[in-house]
């Protein structure tokens, strides 16, 4: 690495980072205080900053089990602007559906914003520039990426706690995928896949590091997600302003063992920390919400507690 901004930073050079678990038994809970005040204790300064939010809009959900859940969303950017934000845009890019419009229709996201032209984007359909990446993890150079993206001052990833039938897990690392235009790279972005999912979010994700990380773990996916896996009651959202130690948190919840998730073990060497020592709990405990998570049988190796081959 040619240079190293508080982006990128050798794990060893960071402070250690605050990860809060809070219970929340359904998506008709009080969000908005609950993510109010986790904000303010994680010292999160949003006043008169534009801030996007970037949510998990897969596909169109009737069932609520692939996509983050619209309440979680608004909560989210009522919290944000009750912080004092400037804005608050939730923006995303659907990886496997060119209408974006059928997932927003499906899943009621009107009925939590409202009126969706002033805050709500198609990042697969938004003005691009063409940046630079930071890294080279992947064989990629430069990624055109969208102007509403780049131009927030804070970025929130917020992804639904899942499974993932190539990468093991999906969570706030590999939800910002979705902020690589479709009108640029197509459908389903294989460009990032072709390139190697693990380093392909390294270098994603080290370009425009999120601020915040917010899962919504009240309902996940176990099994053969992102989209195939079943619906898992967890009853938990897991926030912090450091992404791997929030994946890494989310991993123990799902009862999987962090170090030995490809991606989670790249980011840990820039971007963030997954040792438990380097990881202040906030809130629950992990072994008070930890719920055992099916996964596929190409993953078994991941769970904590199996011992692996040599």
Known sequence: ?????????????????????????????????????????????????????????????????????????????????????????????????????????????????????????????????????????????????????????????????????WAGVTLSLKNMFGIVPGSSYGWPKNILHWAGISRSILDVNTTVRPDVAIVDGIVGMEGNGPIQGKAKRIGVLVIGTDPVAVDATCARIMDLAPERIEYLTRAASVLGHIDESRIHQHGEAISNVRSTFEILSSFESLRAGVRRCA
């Not at 038994?25 to 801030?51: C, F, H, M, P, Q």
């Not at 309440?71 to 989210?76: G, H, L, P």
């Open 1 to 165: 690495m040619s240079f190293l901004t508080p982006e990128i930073m050798p794990s060893f050079r960071r402070p250690p980072s605050a990860v809060t678990i809070r219970r929340a038994a359904s998506y008709e809970a009080n969000l908005t205080e609950i993510l109010l005040e986790t904000l303010r204790d994680l010292g999160v300064v949003a006043r008169d900053k534009a801030v996007l939010l970037k949510p998990n809009f897969v596909e169109p959900d009737p069932a609520g089990k692939i996509n983050t859940h619209p309440a979680v969303v608004a909560s989210a950017r009522e919290a944000f602007l009750r912080l004092g934000a400037r804005e608050v845009i939730v923006a995303e890019g659907p990886g496997h559906e060119r209408d974006t419009e059928a997932i927003v229709e499906t899943i009621r996201l009107r009925d939590y914003l409202g009126d969706l032209r002033r805050t709500f984007v198609d990042l697969n359909l938004d003005d691009v520039d063409l940046i630079p990446l930071r890294t080279r993890a992947s064989r990629l150079r430069q990624l055109y990426l969208p102007r509403s993206v780049l131009r927030a001052d804070l970025i929130v990833s917020m992804p639904k706690m899942k499974t993932h039938h």
